[in-house]
């Protein structure tokens, strides 16, 4: 029974460390843009959306990211057998993964705690779908259990991202005939 209490929370954890991942490239992007803008606005926005930053960052997602290895490392240590599974070894690499995904971005978090603006709000926008591609992986090969099967995901995923791409594409159409938009 504590092996499902732990896999309930594993996956609260991993939800709302996802919710942080999905949400703080979006603070950037405000934040980049508000960077741009004329005094006051600069400093006001500036301002309020680096506390909001630091808030799910510090509040949220890096407690999430922590207690969400440590309930999947309670939960290996419950079953191990589950290391040897070929599903289970892909599935910990897309996690590697996330986690590189996840110190850039705190790279990039500090940098612009600093108001130091090195990446357009453009490249936020597309970097805000890294975690996306990463959760669609590590879902399929959860659900499924297959090593192989999990390449069907990737290609899902692939076709995903070709159409968030046209869809940043029609977004920046649109926004440079409409700049409010």
């Known amino acids: 029974m504590a092996y499902f209490y732990l896999k309930a929370f594993h996956l609260i954890f991993v939800i709302t460390w996802f919710a942080g991942l999905f949400y703080i490239p979006r603070l950037f992007v405000y934040q980049i843009e508000a960077f ?3 005094s006051p606005d600069k400093e006001i926005l500036g301002k309020q959306l680096k506390l909001m930053a630091k808030r799910l960052w510090f509040i949220i997602t890096w407690p999430s990211a922590i207690l969400a290895l440590l309930f999947g490392l ?3 240590h419950l079953n191990p057998t589950l290391l040897y599974q070929p ?3 892909v ?3 897309f996690i ?3 986690f590189i995904y996840h110190i850039k971005t705190h790279k990039y978090y500090q940098q612009l705690q600093n108001d130091v603006v090195k990446k357009s709000s453009s490249y936020m926008r597309i970097w805000n779908e890294g975690a996306t591609f990463i959760l669609f992986a590590v879902i399929f090969l959860v659900i499924l259990k297959s090593a192989i099967n999990w390449i069907w995901g990737v290609i899902g995923i692939l076709v995903l991202g070709m159409l968030i791409m046209l869809g940043f594409k029609l977004y920046k159409n649109i926004r440079e005939k409409n700049p409010d938009a």
Do not use: G, I, V
Request: no cysteine; hydrophobic share 65%; net charge positive.
């Open 74 to 76: 309670a939960l290996f």
């Open 36 to 38: 741009h803008k004329p």
């Open 87 to 89: 599903w289970m070894q």
């Open 96 to 98: 590697l993964l996330l």
């Open 91 to 93: 599935k910990l690499a």
